[in-house]
Structure formats: structure tokens, C-alpha cells
């Protein structure tokens, strides 16, 4: 099997992975949407804790940390993959979510109002 | 340009239309990894907030709703969209951390301990 | 020293606590509104995770199973210990807040029309 | 009735305040520990989204703005309702947990190790 990285795997490929992963475990009767939503922000705040006391400046030191990294990448992974399988459980195509999303967000943050600033939307002028 | 949907967008393909969706904007210096790992929790916050007081067996009624659907989309849509960024902000390959979290897991929960059981695998006999 | 309990201790009293806390170890530098914030979201999420994959009748027992019980105090208590901080740093009166609060929340929800539903204001009718 | 603010305002006070609402609307069937801690957690999320994009010092700037102020309490308040009514349905004493925590806290933070540093415990020397 060739290695999985980011520009050879699709997303169904993922998809595929981390749905097969939960049926032989026969584990889909737990993957409600409410649960995988909530199993999803629990690791977005794992992700966090590597972070609370850093400046933003300070926090990208903290991510390319030899000590740290793999344990970084390891909750990326688990946001990521309960993502993957709440879209799975609930029949969603994330990358034309994404899509969709992010044309929306074009037009809400128009590049010449938006360059260089980051208030949302709604405060600028 | 073709529709971009999970059978044929790879992780590369989305994380480059993210990140320049950022670059256009001159975003990449508020996109410190404290601050986007923020942002990502605030997202699956609001994700959870749809399923708050269904019951599991409801929630799946929710995230079909057709009133509901397309929101709970977003809310997905912006908290991969923001792990995305974040894998581009620190320069890591998402599907190889998925796989190697997912060989991981394998062995914490192997399949003949863990089949139809939520236990955590230190709670696991 | 009275133990501290819920019946004799006020609000100020456990501000008080928290600060002299953070004050003795000079800490109050790292408390920063935007820190505090995800400090608490990241203690939110490890309440949440001990209810992951329990529904919501059998999280009443989780929250009083003997072996749990003392780590879900441990994490109800930071959460709070937080939100504390964050009064003590922002000069905010959180009696007063919640007070104004549930006022507004009683308009939203009048008795009559609330009772008994988990609906949100906005799709009450 | 006299105004409720922190300094003559006990934990019970709000315990009961809180707990009263939720009663009058028949809503404690909806309040299992684990909504209430989903609850709990999307709003921590919304308290941070305020400061997502500001450095850890314009966050201060953010929580005194007064076209801000009044919506950060909001988000600070629900959370500490939240936290009450869990505790309400799970009858733990919030101000016990806080000061077995801080207990805690000091043993693992003592204050000649930890004095301006914002290591985690198992990182300081």
C-alpha cells in the first residue's frame, strides 16, 4: 500500500479509512451526530491546551517544538477524523462544503475591504 | 474548473484553496497557530450547538433537517477549513498524521477487545 | 480557616481566592482576556469528555460513578476557577451578569410558551 | 429584593436562582450532565470567539470596549449558569470542588518553582 500524504489522498479516501476503522469495531452505534460533535470539540480543545499560555508569535515556536509536534499532529488528526466521520454518519461531501463555504466567505470578506484586517465581516466598513 | 467533492479533491487541492484564500486577503499573520486552533474550537462549538438537547438518536433527525442541513454544513465545512489552514500555517501533511494516529488507535483498540464497546482503551479488559 | 462551601462562600470570596492565586505566583501576566478564554473552552472540553459516548440518561450515572465523581469536580471546578479569573482580570461582576441574564432570558422564554421544550427562542412559537 | 452582585452573593444564591428557571420551565429532563456540559463548552467557545484574531494585550482592550462589554458578560454569564445548574443536577458543592482543586493546585504549583512561569507542572524543574 503506497503511504497516505496529503497530495496523493482524496478526502473519500480518508473517509474510507476512518469509516472502516469504526464498522470493524462495530462502533458506527456510537457516532450519533451529537456525539462525534462533541468528541470533535474535545479534541479541538486538546489541540488548544498546547497553546494557552503563548503569544500567537510564541505559539508557532511551540508547533515546530521537537517535544511537542507529534503530539500536535496526533490532535489535528483526531479533530480531523471525527470531521470525517461525522460527514461519514451524516452523509455530507466536506470538500464541497468547503467549497460552498468558502465562496460565501468571499463575498462576505471582499479582498479589497478585507486585506490586511481581521474584523469579521459584520464591522467592516 | 471542475466541482470540487471528496471522490476527486485531494487534502493537497483543499489546503491550497485555503491558503490562498488567505494569502489574497494578507491573513497569514493573524493565522498564528494559537489563534487558528481558536477559532478552530469556537467553530466546533457552534457545530455542537445543533445538537445540544437532542437526544442522540435525534441528532441524526437534526443533521437532516432540511432546515438545519445546510448550516450544520457550514459549521463542518469552517472547522476543516480551519484545521486545513492550520496544517498549512505549520507545515504538516494531514492524511499521513490521520494514518499514523489511525495505526495508533489500532493497537490501543484492537478489534477483537473493542467491538460494540465505548470504553476508553485504559478502561478496556 | 471555615471550609469554603457553597451555603456560606460568596462570589468575591472565591474571586478572591482565585487572584491571590495568580498574584503569588505573579501569573496574572499570562492572563490575558483571550487566554483565559481558551483555558476555559479547553477545561469545558475535558468535562465534556468524560460523556463522550454515554447518552444522556446514563451520563447521570457517569457524573456518580465513584471512580469518576472526584474527576468531574476536579474539572467542574476549573472551569469555574477560570470564568473567575476572567471576572477578576475584566473588573466584571458575575452575580450581576448572570442576574441581567436570566432576565433576558426570561423574556426570551416566557414560562407559558417555554414549558416543557427544548426549542430554541427564535423557533418557539 | 436587593441587586445580586459578588459580594453578597453566595454560590448558593445563584445555585438556587438558576435551578428555579429551569424548574418553572420544566426543563431539568433536558439538563443530563452531558447536554449540560455540551451547553457549557459552546458557550465557553463563545466567549473566546471575541478574541480569536486580538494578541493576548488587545484582548484587554477587546473585554473594555463598550460596544463588547455588555455581550463578553453575556457569554461569561451563561457559562457560570451552566456550570451551576451542572452542579444543581449532580449536586456537587462548586465552592468545595474549588478549594480541593486549589489545594491541589498549589501542591502541584508551588510558588518558588512556578513564580512568572507558565510552564505546565510536569514541565517545570
Same mark, same amino acid.
Given at each position: 500500500?503506497?503511504? +497516505?500524504?496529503?497530495?496523493?489522498?482524496? +478526502?473519500?479516501?480518508?473517509?474510507a479509512?476512518?469509516?472502516?476503522?469504526?464498522? @470493524?469495531?462495530?462502533?458506527?452505534? $456510537? !457516532?450519533?451526530?451529537?456525539?462525534?460533535?462533541?468528541?470533535?470539540?474535545?479534541?479541538? #480543545?486538546?489541540? +488548544?491546551? !498546547? $497553546?494557552?499560555?503563548?503569544?500567537?508569535?510564541q &505559539?508557532?515556536?511551540?508547533?515546530?517544538?521537537?517535544?511537542?509536534?507529534?503530539?500536535i @499532529?496526533?490532535?489535528?488528526?483526531?479533530?480531523v477524523?471525527? &470531521?470525517?466521520? $461525522?460527514?461519514?454518519?451524516? #452523509? +455530507?461531501?466536506?470538500?464541497?462544503?468547503?467549497?460552498?463555504?468558502?465562496?460565501?466567505?468571499? =463575498? =462576505?470578506?471582499?479582498v479589497?475591504?478585507?486585506? #490586511?484586517? &481581521?474584523?469579521?465581516?459584520?464591522?467592516?466598513?
Amino acid at each position: 500500500m503506497k503511504p +497516505m500524504t496529503d497530495s496523493v489522498t482524496t +478526502m473519500a479516501d480518508l473517509k474510507a479509512r476512518v469509516l472502516a476503522f469504526a464498522r @470493524e469495531r462495530d462502533w458506527e452505534q $456510537f !457516532h450519533a451526530p451529537k456525539n462525534l460533535s462533541m468528541a470533535l470539540a474535545a479534541e479541538a #480543545g486538546e489541540l +488548544m491546551e !498546547h $497553546f494557552l499560555w503563548a503569544t500567537p508569535e510564541q &505559539s508557532q515556536a511551540v508547533a515546530r517544538d521537537a517535544a511537542k509536534r507529534g503530539k500536535i @499532529e496526533d490532535e489535528l488528526a483526531d479533530v480531523v477524523i471525527y &470531521s470525517l466521520e $461525522f460527514a461519514n454518519i451524516t #452523509g +455530507m461531501d466536506v470538500a464541497a462544503a468547503i467549497e460552498r463555504k468558502m465562496v460565501e466567505n468571499a =463575498k =462576505k470578506y471582499p479582498v479589497e475591504k478585507s486585506r #490586511g484586517r &481581521s474584523e469579521k465581516y459584520t464591522d467592516l466598513k
